[in-house]
């Protein structure tokens, strides 16, 4: 299909262990997102890409979290020494330009489940 | 600090009825607004959106309404069918960093056949 993917759909891990979470976006699409979703919480940004431009990392929760995006597609989102409270949802969507109102395009999501 | 509250968690509706979920921010340089629908497993959908220069935006069977001073939205979906069951969230962006976006909690819509 055409849309935002994200593997893999479901990770359980144990607290301390590193993950790593990711996303392919619409072909052609210049702008990534990630957000995180916590139970009976609204949607989190994490992290924000376009294109060449330095990513705004203004919403990631703590300096165990990391994003890259490499050749301008595909993002990894890493989380370091994973801790009970990052259980979540991690979505990832995906626009054209980043403007804001360009639609975002979302995947179906990774819950993670750390013990 | 959630700039962008949905106060209802739920809300259930008779098919054919009007569903009206609401939405309140609390950041005045919020200038464009959306709905998004999700149904378990997948996605949040773009759903509708309206910029700060309207108060009203219609498609179809669904209608966002904005009053700026109160700083409330609201979606009404005329008439409500059951498909519409899923989680609506509303989501907000500002003029000096459009690329940002804050999302409610979320209202679960349950549409009664």
């Known amino acids: 299909g055409a849309g935002v993917s994200q593997s893999p759909s479901n990770k359980v891990t144990e607290k301390g262990k590193d993950v790593e979470l990711r996303c392919d976006p619409i072909?052609?699409?210049?702008?990534l997102y990630w957000y995180r979703q916590s139970l009976g919480q609204g949607l989190e940004f994490l992290i924000y890409?376009?294109?060449?431009?330095?990513?705004?990392k203004s919403g990631l929760p703590s300096d165990r979290f990391s994003a890259e995006r490499t050749g301008g597609s595909v993002s990894t989102l890493t989380i370091q020494r994973t801790q009970q409270e990052d259980s979540a949802v991690y979505l990832c969507?995906?626009?054209?330009?980043?403007?804001?109102?360009?639609?975002?395009?979302f995947g179906p999501g990774t819950r993670l489940t750390v013990l | 600090d959630q700039q962008v509250k949905q106060n209802s968690p739920s809300l259930s509706v008779q098919e054919g009825r009007i569903s009206i979920l609401n939405c309140d921010y609390t950041?005045?340089?919020?200038?464009?607004f959306l709905w998004y629908k999700k149904y378990p497993a997948e996605g949040p959908t773009f759903l509708i959106s309206?910029?700060?220069?309207?108060d009203k935006n219609e498609d179809g069977r669904f209608t966002v309404f904005l009053n700026k001073s109160a700083k409330h939205l609201s979606l009404h979906i005329v008439p409500s069918q059951p498909g519409d069951s899923a989680v609506y969230f509303c989501?907000?962006?500002?003029?000096?960093?459009?690329?940002?976006?804050?999302f409610g909690s979320g209202t679960k819509l349950n549409v009664k056949p």
């Open positions: 890409f376009q294109g060449n431009s330095a990513p705004d």
């Open positions: 989501a907000a962006s500002g003029v000096y960093n459009f690329n940002k976006f804050y």
């Open positions: 969507a995906s626009s054209k330009r980043g403007a804001g109102s360009d639609t975002q395009y």
């Open positions: 072909s052609g699409h210049t702008a």
């Open positions: 950041n005045s340089m919020f200038d464009y």
């Open positions: 309206i910029s700060s220069i309207k």
